[in-house]
């Protein structure tokens, strides 16, 4: 078994991180085996990576983490340039700000799924949930405002796959309402055809 052969992929089901990093793995046919695991995750997760998170990518010698660190590697791990496409340096900032929204969005929903309420005086002068919220929608203009065929060079991109894990995951947990923005739209759409997106798809919430 060479090195390749026995990297391995933590993830949850519905977690759309791990949904972008699984679909990359079948999109770029790479040796990499997908290991899911129970949520709640176990206080000994804590273990294998600091954030106590998935998705983790392990390798002979190397435990790989957060998304965007994995998706680098499995980049790296392509034989050959292959759609969807990625440049590191220079789709650094798009793919990071779609991750940094997913993060947001997520921990907006876990708040309304751990049942939290205020419990004293609001000294922050926002709600945390609605501020991620609006974060998730300015992101959204700004996408559609730069957003030809792609959000990227006119080609398909790591950022587009990003992009409609994420929103795909706040649309079906929040209900979150985007499609007007009608570039967005369209990337989504042609996605969803994939059959990587039918074959990794995202199963319906379960507590
Ligand atoms: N910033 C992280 C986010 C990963 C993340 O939010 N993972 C969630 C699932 S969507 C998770 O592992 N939740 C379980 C937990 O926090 O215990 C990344 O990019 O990988």
Redesign the pocket.
């Known amino acids: 078994m060479d090195e390749l052969d026995s990297a391995k992929l933590f993830y949850?089901e519905?977690?759309?991180?791990?949904r972008l990093c699984r679909i990359l793995i079948e999109e770029w046919h790479l040796p990499v085996k997908s290991i899911p695991l129970d949520?709640?995750?176990p206080d000994d997760?804590f273990e294998i990576t600091p954030?106590?998170?998935?998705?983790v990518l392990k390798t002979v010698g190397e435990t790989i983490?957060?998304?965007?660190q994995?998706v680098e590697q499995l980049w790296a791990m392509t034989e050959e340039a292959t759609e969807p496409y990625l440049d590191p340096l220079a789709d650094r900032q798009i793919l990071a700000v779609i991750?940094?929204v997913?993060?947001f969005l997520?921990?907006a929903q876990?708040q309304v799924w751990a049942g939290l309420e205020p419990v004293g005086e609001n000294v922050l002068g926002y709600n945390p949930r609605d501020r991620h919220i609006l974060r998730g929608q300015k992101t959204l203009d700004w996408l559609e405002a730069q957003a030809g065929d792609w959000l990227i060079r006119d080609e398909p991109n790591v950022c587009d796959y990003a992009f409609a894990c994420i929103v795909l995951?706040a649309e079906s947990r929040m209900g979150a309402q985007w499609r007007d923005r009608k570039k967005l739209a369209s990337i989504v759409d042609k996605l969803q055809e994939r059959p990587s997106f039918k074959k990794i798809a995202l199963a319906p919430y379960s507590a």
């Open positions: 949850i519905g977690s759309p991180f791990a949520h709640p995750l997760y954030t106590g998170q998935v998705p983490f957060p998304t965007s994995i991750l940094e997913g993060n997520v921990a876990q995951w």
